[in-house]
């Protein structure tokens, strides 16, 4: 069974850091694009950040360009988001996610393995 399991996420000050995990089980994604997508209350699920299968190619939303930065372990079949300057309007359920394709993208149609969300809080 494919899985992605998201961790990492927390409650944390503004200003402060949180790194997130997803682990894929089930099937090797070395080939496939990955990305972190948010949903903030009340909003729709929005792109943060994606890598190519090599993880020499990154694209990241303007709202965390230079402040977040994703990664991949292709041997460890996980990909990683370092949040750092956190801001209160970065609070949401953050998502992982697996392309079907190995370019990255940042729209949600081209991913179609999901995880189930982790929560980051950030306080004021």
């Known amino acids: 069974q494919v899985q992605l399991v998201e961790s990492g996420g927390g409650l944390v000050q503004a200003g402060g850091s949180l790194r997130l995990s997803c682990a894929a089980s089930?099937?090797?994604?070395?080939?496939?694009?990955r990305a972190w997508f948010r949903q903030a209350p009340g909003k729709e699920r929005d792109f943060v950040a994606s890598i190519n299968s090599s993880g020499y190619t990154t694209y990241y939303a303007d709202s965390v360009k230079g402040r977040f930065t994703i990664s991949r372990d292709n041997a460890k079949n996980t990909v990683y988001l370092q949040m750092n300057s956190l801001k209160p309007e970065d609070t949401a359920v953050y998502y992982c996610a697996v392309s079907r394709w190995a370019t990255t993208s940042w729209s949600s149609e081209d991913y179609n393995i999901w995880g189930q969300g982790t929560q980051v809080t950030v306080s004021s």
């Open positions: 089930g099937r090797t994604f070395s080939s496939y694009a």
